[in-house]
C-alpha cells in the first residue's frame, strides 16, 4: 500500500524540481594569488574558477566578474536538484520496501532499515 504522505511529498519535490530554472554542474572557487614585486608581495585576484568533471576528465574554466552571480545561481540549482534528487530516490525506495510481503522485508531487514544514530561502542 502506498502511503498517501509519501506519494504527496514526492509529488511535492518534483513541482519543486520543475521550478529550478538554472542549472550548472560544478564547484565554483575563487583565487587570489601573491607575487613579488619590487621587493613587495601584490595580491591579485580575485579570480573564478568553474570546476567540473566532463568525460572522465577535470574541467576548469575562469569565469569573469560579471559572469558570477550568474554562474552561482546555476550550481546552487544543480546542487538544490541533486538534493532533491536523493529524497525523491530515498522516499521511491521506502514506498517500494512498503509494499513488499512481509517475509521479504525481514529477509533484507539490515538493507533497508536506517542506521541507529546511538553512540558507538569502543
Known amino acids: 500500500m502506498i502511503t ?7 509529488s511535492r519535490i518534483l513541482e519543486e524540481m520543475a521550478r529550478i530554472d538554472q542549472m550548472i554542474r560544478g564547484h565554483l572557487s575563487e583565487q587570489t594569488f601573491r607575487v613579488q614585486r619590487g621587493g613587495h608581495a601584490v595580491t591579485q585576484g580575485p579570480y573564478f574558477l568553474l570546476q567540473r568533471r566532463e568525460k572522465g576528465k577535470n574541467n576548469c574554466q575562469r569565469v569573469g566578474t560579471d559572469e558570477v552571480e550568474a554562474i552561482v545561481a546555476g550550481v546552487q540549482g544543480y546542487a538544490r536538484f541533486q538534493k532533491l534528487a536523493q529524497r525523491y530516490a530515498a522516499l521511491t525506495e521506502q514506498m517500494t520496501w512498503n509494499q513488499q510481503a512481509p517475509d521479504i522485508k525481514k529477509k533484507f531487514q539490515p538493507f533497508w532499515r536506517p542506521a541507529s544514530r546511538g553512540p558507538r561502542s569502543a
Open 4 to 10: 498517501p504522505s509519501l506519494q504527496q511529498e514526492r
